[in-house]
């Protein structure tokens, strides 16, 4: 051998040492940056205070960026990507069974990809069919490799939502893999609050939904860095194919996909979390439930939700869902959305002199350790678990007594006239008075949303998020007001 060659040779191993070497520095950093994310998400303790929640988030998003910078993440915009892989996508759909005649994958203003008709479709007739054996579901995954780790991992045994997106990551992986055609066609990123800057999660404030997303982040923060752990300490063959592709980027991915893609149906008489191709291209839109999966035929089946004429974006219905379920798990929010709420954080205080009783008495409802209650869209705003709240809330020693001694004190739940009568409209004009004041504060803290033509996604979405608070606002303060003026006049005392 030539000195010249010898030389390179020796170049080559001397650069592959020191590669080494840098890798396995990363990982040392890296696994020193995920034991900070584990024990700052184990060790958080639920406030009340909205900003020790964010303190809290402030520290974890900067571990966050810190571990996205030596997994090496790089910012993806992959819509036209999805694009070139509608053909092969329809080609396996075709080629697995599933009916799609008369419609096609289109991009729609607003809502990136979704399904357009190409032909008229009635109200109520089948659109598409969906066979169980392109459905990628939580049986498949402990069919696969991945049993191995579900057997030892009881977060895994618990949870198939997080079961089916550790193996969509084996999927997505795996280039000789069935489900292929199907995973190239799906986002890169999603709208969900995983991606969202600290500015544009600051500017859910002060939203209810603001706490519920940095809980939301903090959960899925510490799922990866509890799996990261697993991953590069169990001896599972499994694990080892794990361990170069699971990174934050690519774990928030996947748990996204699963959060806005997500169908539990019925397989062998169990429930069973499953991803439906094509299905799960149809978007949102008010109407009822019209899809179910067929036991005799072993697949989904969706209809028309109404009558499509050719050409219109084919939607589905959700489910009664708020928009705080959409926005948080979903990455949009429904603006006509008629089974929207706002939820209330409310409780009795700990310096309150009667709270023992009031506390016994909300026992009796079921509603002692319910903090957060509902305002409602639409004319009846007020949950029956509000009223019964605010009552008691507002009650005094006396009345407190009175209603103690009754068995199950059902009256305090309806808003029906009769039982209403019977609660007295001395204590309604009290708690009616309360919600009101309550609701003037909290709208108040409400900043004018101003929309701006550069607004992202996010912002566009949480401002929409804002707008629809600020309606059922409005709309339970009117009924209040309303609802106080019905009351009989409060007789004046003899003295």
Not at 41 to 59: G, P
Not at 121 to 145: C, H, R, W, Y
Not at 320 to 331: E, I, K, T, V
Not at 416 to 427: H, K, L, R
Request: hydrophobic residues 40%.
């Amino acid at each position: 051998m030539g000195r010249k060659s010898q030389s390179k040779q020796n170049s080559k191993k001397n650069a592959g040492k020191e590669n080494n070497k840098f890798i396995q520095q990363k990982r040392k950093e890296l696994a020193v940056l995920v034991d900070k994310v584990l024990r700052l998400t184990s060790i958080f303790q639920a406030s009340n205070s909205v900003i020790k929640s964010w303190e809290h988030h402030l520290e974890i998003d900067a571990l966050i960026k810190e571990i996205l910078n030596l997994e090496g993440f790089q910012h993806k915009s992959g819509q036209n990507q999805r694009q070139l892989n509608i053909d092969k996508y329809l080609k396996w759909l075709s080629g697995n069974e599933v009916q799609l005649d008369g419609i096609e994958i289109s991009e729609f203003e607003g809502y990136e990809l979704g399904l357009k008709s190409t032909k008229e479709f009635k109200e109520g007739s089948l659109i598409l069919t969906v066979p169980s054996k392109v459905m990628m579901t939580e049986q498949n995954a402990k069919e696969s490799d991945l049993a191995s780790f579900i057997t030892v991992d009881p977060l895994l045994q618990n949870m198939p939502n997080i079961t089916l997106a550790l193996f969509l990551l084996l999927e997505k992986n795996n280039h000789e893999s069935f489900w292929k055609p199907y995973i190239d066609i799906l986002p890169e990123k999603y709208s969900t609050i995983l991606y969202f800057s600290l500015e544009e999660l600051a500017e859910l404030k002060p939203s209810p939904v603001f706490e519920s997303a940095l809980k939301l982040y903090r959960s899925i923060a510490r799922q990866y860095a509890y799996f990261y752990n697993k991953i590069h300490t169990l001896d599972l063959p499994v694990l080892k194919k794990l361990q170069d592709i699971f990174t934050f980027d690519s774990y928030r991915w996947a748990v996204s996909t699963v959060m806005t893609r997500q169908n539990n149906i019925q397989l062998a008489g169990n429930d069973v979390t499953a991803f439906i191709p094509l299905w799960d291209m149809c978007n949102h839109e008010h109407g009822k439930i019209t899809t179910d999966f067929n036991k005799d035929l072993n697949q989904g089946e969706c209809f028309a939700l109404r009558d499509f004429k050719a050409g219109e974006q084919i939607f589905i219905f959700y489910g009664a869902r708020p928009n705080a379920d959409l926005f948080l798990h979903n990455g949009f929010v429904y603006p006509k959305n008629q089974h929207d709420s706002l939820s209330l954080t409310l409780g009795v205080s700990s310096s309150d002199p009667l709270r023992e009783t009031k506390i016994e008495l909300l026992t009796k409802l079921g509603l002692a350790g319910v903090t957060h209650f509902s305002l409602y869209q639409g004319e009846n705003p007020v949950s029956a678990e509000l009223l019964a709240f605010i009552r008691i809330f507002n009650m005094n020693k006396e009345e407190l007594t009175k209603w103690s001694s009754q068995g199950l004190p059902g009256d305090l739940v309806s808003s029906d006239p009769s039982s209403a009568e019977a609660v007295g409209a001395d204590i309604d004009r009290r708690a009616y008075t309360y919600l009101l004041t309550r609701c003037k504060l909290i709208a108040a803290s409400y900043k004018d949303i101003v929309d701006n033509a550069d607004d992202t996604l996010h912002r566009k979405n949480v401002k929409l998020l804002k707008k629809c608070e600020v309606q059922i606002l409005e709309g339970a303060m009117k009924y209040l007001e309303e609802t106080l003026r019905k009351l009989p006049a409060v007789e004046e005392k003899s003295k």
